[in-house]
Structure formats: C-alpha cells, structure tokens
DNA sequence: CCCCTGTTATTTTTT
DNA sequence: ATAACAGGGG
C-alpha cells in the first residue's frame, strides 16, 4: 500500500484513492496519467476489490500492454480486464452473437472489406450514385452509426438528399453483413451499444461485472462508445475517466468532445481532479505548446505548468523542400547520436499524412540510423496478406463473402467476373452465402458445366481445408498454402524484387499466426487470432525495445513521448489539412493536433516547413501553416524563416516562389549548418549529399520486411518474450549456398522450432528438403 | 476467361 | 505515386 501511494501528489493520490462513485480526470500532456490510473487499480486491488470486477478501456491495445506491465509490477498475476473498446465489444459480441443476429464465428471486417459489402449493398437498395461515391456513402453510414442510429430510425427523420440516399443503403448494407455473418468496425459498437440496450437482464448483470469502469482518452469517445459506458454504470456507477479536452483528435470519427465537457452534468457527485502540473517537457516546450492552444476556444481553461529545468529553445526551421527537410533532420539524429547525446530510440518524427513518412526511409538509410515507420496496419492491407487471411477467414466463417470473392480465383482457377456474377446473382435470389451458392452451382443454368466443374473443384477443396479448420492456426495455414498452390502461385509471378518481398510477408504472416499460437497456448483460436489480426492499430506497431528512431502520423503518438521531437511539415493545406477548413471546429482540432505532438516532447523540439513539397507526383509550392504565427516566435529559436512574417497566409494558392526568398540560399554558410541545439559548440556536419542533387532519391532500394524498416508482424503482434526460432534468418525465396550442391533458392520452408524445414531448388536444376538445424547451409552471399 | 495496357480517381487522420 | 478500373487482344 505504501508503495502505491508513495511518490504522489496531493492531486494524483486524490484521484487514486477516489474508487466509489463517478470521477473525472482533467490530465494535461505529461501530467502522470498513466501513473495515476495503473496506481489507482494498484489500490484497489488492494482494497480487496475483485480484479475481474475492474475493467480498464484504452485507446491502443499498445497502452493497455503498457498499463498491464507497470499494474504487473504493482500487483502481480491479477487478471483485470484491459483492452480496447473494440476489442471489449469483439468479446461481449462473441458471447452474445446471437442477441444482435450474428452467430459467433463473425467476421470483422476491415474497411475495404466493408467497402465492398457496401458496394453490393449500393447496387441491392438500386439507388443513383451519380452525385455521390461508395466512400461517401460509407462515411454517412458509419457517422449513422457512431450516432446510434439504426436505419429504422432513421426512416421518416428529415434528412438531406446525401443521407436520405446512404439511409437506404445503410439497410440494404446491414442485412448483407447480417447475411455474411459479418461486422464493420463501427458495429462492433453499435452493436455492443444496443444490445445492452434492448436486453436489460444482460445489461444489469455486466453492469454488475464490470462494476469498476476506467476509461483512458475519454475525449475521444464517441456516441456508441458513451451509451456502453453509461449502461454499464447505472447501478454500479464506479465510473473514473481520465482525459483532457486539448487532445481531442478523433472528431471526424464521430468523438464527441462533448463528452468530456459534459461529464458531470450526466453523474451526480462526480469528483473532479486536475492534473496540470507537467513531468515531461522543458518550460520552453510547454510555453510552445499553452500558446498555442490558447488560441482554441472550445476547451476547459487550464494552467499548464512545471518546474522541470530549462532546455534549448524550441526551433522552427525552413527548408527549400522535404528530401532536405528529411536529410538534415537525419544528420542531426546522426550527429547527436555520434556524440553519445542521444540514442536513436529518443527521437521522433511526426507528421500530419503517412505519405510524407516516405522520404525518410531514404534520408535515415543513408545516415545509417535504425528507424521505424510505425504504421501497424500497412503490413495487414498487402495484397498477398488479405489473399491468405481471405482463407482463414473464409474457413473460420463460411458466410463471409468478402472473403469468398477474394479468393475463388486467387491462384487463378479460370473462374472469372462472369462466373462469380451468376453465383451472387444465385445468393441474393436466395439469401444466401456465395459459398452455399457455390454449393448448389449445378442448379445455375447460366454457367456451362465446364465451370459448374471448376466451382464444384474449390468448393470441394475448401472442404478438405475445413475439415482441418481445428488446427493450430500455423498448421492450417501451412496446410492452406500448400493445397491451393499460393506459394508456387506467388513465385510463377515474381518477375521482378518487389515480388520476392510477397513470399517472404506471407511467411511473416506463418509467424505472426506462430507467435499468436505460442503466446495464447489453450485458448488460441482461429477466430481469436482473427479477431487479433482485424483489431491492430497503427500505434500498436510502435516498438519501444528495437532504439530505433520513430517515424509516424500525429494521430499515432497520441499517449507517447521522447527527448528529441520532429514535427515536420507544418505547413498551410497540410496542417491544417485543408479538408478541414470548411469550420471552426474542425481547425481547432487540426491546432489541439500539433499541440498533442508538441507535448510528446521531452527536451528538444524542432517545427519545420518547406518552400516545396512532393505531392501526388509533382512538386508544389508551400506556405507555412497559419499556426506558426501564433507560436512565442520571441522566445524560439528562428532558423531560415525569412517568410514566416504576419503576412502573407493566405490559403496557399496566392503563394509563390517570387514572394521575396533570398535568392542565394546558401546551405553551407547558414545557420542549417550552425545550428547546435543548445548541446555545444560543434558544427554540425553536412550531409554529402546535397538536396536536389544527384545523392538523394536514387535509393532505390527499400529496406526489406523485418529488417530495419517497417516493424514485421509477428513483432507487432509479440507482447513478450519469443526465443528465437533455428535458422529463422531462412526464408522461402533467400539465397543460400550448400556445399555439395552451389547455390539456389528455398521455395517453401515448413515445419517449427527444430524440425523447421527448407525445400530448396538449386541453379543445377536439383531439388532437395532439408532439416535446417542439421543441413550444411548458408545464406548465399550476393 | 485471362492478361496486358492505358486511364482514372484518389488521400487526412484510424478502429 | 499508386491503386483500382476498363477495355481489348489472345
């Protein structure tokens, strides 16, 4: 008990020793949140409060590992439930499939996944799309839903033209996922939301369950996600939600702000705690930041403040365009890291679009710094990813018919559009599966025998697959990738190094689904590992034990910090994104936006903007974001900012090249190369190359899956310890050299731990397996 | 039916 | 820049 409550201020022990009854955390960037909710369950677990009556929802399944970690540290071995709200609502779903119309096998589908559902669901409710898209359809759906409205609701509501017409298709598009035994995201909200509605029996007993709720970020919560909350603390209203109002960011998914400014007009006796003091950044970064965000007008005032000592002065730095913006940041990294000031790990990079992470692969390559682009879902949207999760899914949940239509014809099968035409046209007649329809093919007259052939063929093997559906996941999948080829299928494709990258993220996906296999031991399932796959978000990527430097978007480091900050590109039509000019409301969170990044810093922050960007394909000009003239420029440190003047910001088309530049911008003499960082003296070297010369963009190599790029997904989905499999560094597709017989390439490699296996085809002509724990081979070494 | 090629739209942010 | 899509030859 003392250690928990040790070390803590009159502020934070309040909020931690505040267990009954609701509670609202205000916590400012940096003010020792986490430390204050892991703590407060650290107490309560020590009152004698059960730990499967305590329920703690966050944002990221990464924070929830993080809070698990430290609460471990507090108070071992205790079984509190902590997760995110989709995971919660996959869970309760699972549980209680059968309440919303869904069956527990459901699928959860992603967004393109749901995109096409709803593209079905477009041409079913026959409505004119001729002044609309699928995606803003799909948008006025799921803003539909983050509102709690059912399309039964909706009908007779007056509605403008767009969703009058997403209305309609929002009911054709349910019942298709109804049919696919399916869900999008937002229904495992929506869903979760109205069954505790509609079942009060069920809803009192989880009320009773979770009877201690906390709820991280709660400003980020929207409609759904209150109304499941707030049934499930009705009698039990142990409610403490922690979050603060200046980093709302998820407005355009249906956050409400609302929410949090509203708290305690929907509990009674809600005790209120401010944390404001911050334990993070330099009083220069936080002057930065308060500044800024004083010119938002929709927040609870507060009063940021700390006693950390003084740091360098935060700079605000131009460059002609983003490979020099990307390289001189690069050798700053490098430099510093050269003197032992900092280690790769400490620094980040933030940026508004994940587009603009890019030209960093190349900068950081050539600065030979480790870094990470931390974009958690990219691995997951690879073609040849969704290809064999199509199976698995599809094995898992018959009914899904995304899946279906994927992978009927991947490898090619000589089933084509016209084929699978007639067999949906065949499944909507009769509500049915595309798999159920291709069951009952022989009665499709449209299609010749020769194909009825052909479908009956994988329908067939689909069975002989199923009927193994109860192995380990690795073992299917292994068995999966052997009956329907798409291994071979992949390698009779490659013809050129992108391809050879697709063999070896398939057998990234092998481990990922091993490592899944080895962490959850008996309770590792198909649908488990599924619903593990559909949930990871971008932030869950980050990896904090690799010291690499961290390159991600605004949104994704929400909730982390480090010593040395980059946030780049803070320019006009970027941030704020023009797509969010249209109203006030949305600029502000754009501001709370840079603010959140502002705050991530510890000690050094550097703000930068271009003249000129890459966009889209072609250069275009560039003005500084609006928001630099609202930052202390008096108390920062000014690096080549010759136009950053209170003019000139208009929305960046009246902008051009001629508005008064220096005409010799000279790198070598100006204070780019000057500059210190308030660390010493010593000047900062140069790149070799110089931006726009001939030493940058002619990289034309990416680095590889797993090596010092892009984090792997078995890492990804690793929380612990993983020994280190035989002769992991072997893949389907390397290189290797045997003594006796020269070189060649692994076509597959199969089997685990000491049986792991490679079949090799070597230059001769040869084919041979081996063992590879006992076989003489070595990576070849080109 | 498959595959190749040229055209078009598309991009904010994410579970 | 890139992916999704359409249309035509094989």
Redesign the pocket.
Known sequence: MDAILRDLTEAQRSAVTHIHGPQLILAGPGSGKTRVVTHRIAFMLAQGIPAWNITALT??NKAADEMRKRIDRLAPGQPVWMG????FCAQLLRRHASLVGLKENYSIL???DSKQIL?RAIEVAKVSTSHT?P?KIGATI?RFKNRLALPETLEGQSLGANEHVASRVYAAYQQQLLIANAVD??D??LHAACMLRDNPDLRADLDLKHRYIMVDEYQDTNLAQYAIVRSLSIDNPNLSVTGDPDQS??G??GADISNILGFEKDYSDVQIVRLEENYRSTPEILHVADTLIRNNSRRKDKHLFTNNPSGPPVTLRMYLDGYQEADDIAAQVAMNVGRGEIRPGDVAIFC????LT?VFEHAFNAHAIPYQIV???EFY?R?EVKDVLAYLHLLNNPGNDVAFARVI?VP?????????K?LTAHADRYRMPLLEAAREVHAIKS?SAR?QKKVTDFVEMYDELAAHAMLPVPDLLGLLLDMTKYREYLQTMADDEADNDRVANVDELVSAATDYDDRHQDEASLEGFLEQV???????AWDDAGDRVSI?????AKGLEFPHVYVIAVEARLLP?E??MNSDA?LE??RR?LFVGITRAERYLQLSYTRQR?F???HSPMAPSSFLVELPRDTMNLVNTPDLVDQCYGGGDDYNQDMGYPDSWDIEDESLATEKLGLDDEICQLPDEQPGGDGIGVVKERPTLGIVGIKTAAEMLQRRDSGSLPGETFRAGSRVSHPKYGEGQILTISGRADKRTAKVRFDIGHIQSFILKFAPLEMAKS
């Open positions: 944002f990221t995110t709200f989709h995971r992603d967004t393109s593209k898209s995606e799921s995201f937002d495992l909200l960011i998820y355009w998914r508004r679009m994940n587009s890019r974009n958690g879902t949207q073609k014809n090619t099968r000589g089933i084509g559009a016209k084929t699978l007639d299609l194909y559909a949930l990871v978000s971008d932030s869950d991600m978007t605004l949104h994704a994104h797509r969010s949305e969170e754009e936006l890459m889209r394909g072609s």
